[in-house]
């Protein structure tokens, strides 16, 4: 399913409802270009997630974890080539099980390690309306839609 988001606020207040129904061992993929909107959104899934932290892009880092209701694992994977470089820095490793992974640049791999719950696709940039797609890769990402269809038909913001 896919919603429209007017502004950053919007994605974040959508991202907030996902993060709401987060549950340990999931991953969830953000798709799309520079610019997209993949950091706003993570913002607002780890408000839902209850994380008090200010979360920013792990650029330099490739991860950062945040405490919340269950520990986030916040992945940007712009800077890697391939799967094995993620499998050599140990990023998906078993503690992911205990923890929520949100990977942007999640096309960087050929597939998340066990592979993804729900994938998130961004179109647009600038200035333009977001359309964000959010499509579920497991029964758990079920939920996920779940959420983003509530979002949208509770009327928020375009
Ligand atoms: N509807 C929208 N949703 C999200 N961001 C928006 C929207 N409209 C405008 N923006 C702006 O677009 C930018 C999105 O930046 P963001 O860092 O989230 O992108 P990104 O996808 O993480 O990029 P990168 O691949 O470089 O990490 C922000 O400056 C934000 O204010
Ligand atoms: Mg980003």
């Not at 408000?47 to 986030?72: C, I």
Request: aromatic share 6%.
């Amino acid at each position: 399913m896919a919603v429209t988001s007017g502004s950053a606020e919007s994605t974040r207040d959508l991202a907030s409802r996902l993060g709401a129904v987060a549950g340990a061992g999931d991953v969830i993929a953000l798709r799309g270009e520079l610019g997209a909107g993949k950091t706003q959104f993570a913002k607002g899934f780890a408000r839902g997630m209850g994380v008090a932290a200010v979360v920013n892009s792990p650029s330099f880092t490739l991860m950062a974890e945040y405490a919340g209701r269950l520990p986030l694992f916040h992945l940007d994977l712009y800077r890697l080539a391939g799967a094995a470089d993620a499998l050599a820095g140990g990023l998906l490793d078993e503690r992911q099980q205990s923890g929520v992974t949100l990977i942007e640049w999640a096309e960087r791999l050929d597939g998340p390690v066990g592979g993804s719950d729900v994938e998130v696709r961004f179109e647009g940039a600038g200035d333009e309306v977001r359309r964000i797609e959010v499509i579920a890769r497991s029964g758990r990402g079920e939920a996920y839609v779940a959420a983003a269809r509530a979002w949208r038909e509770r009327g928020a913001a375009a």
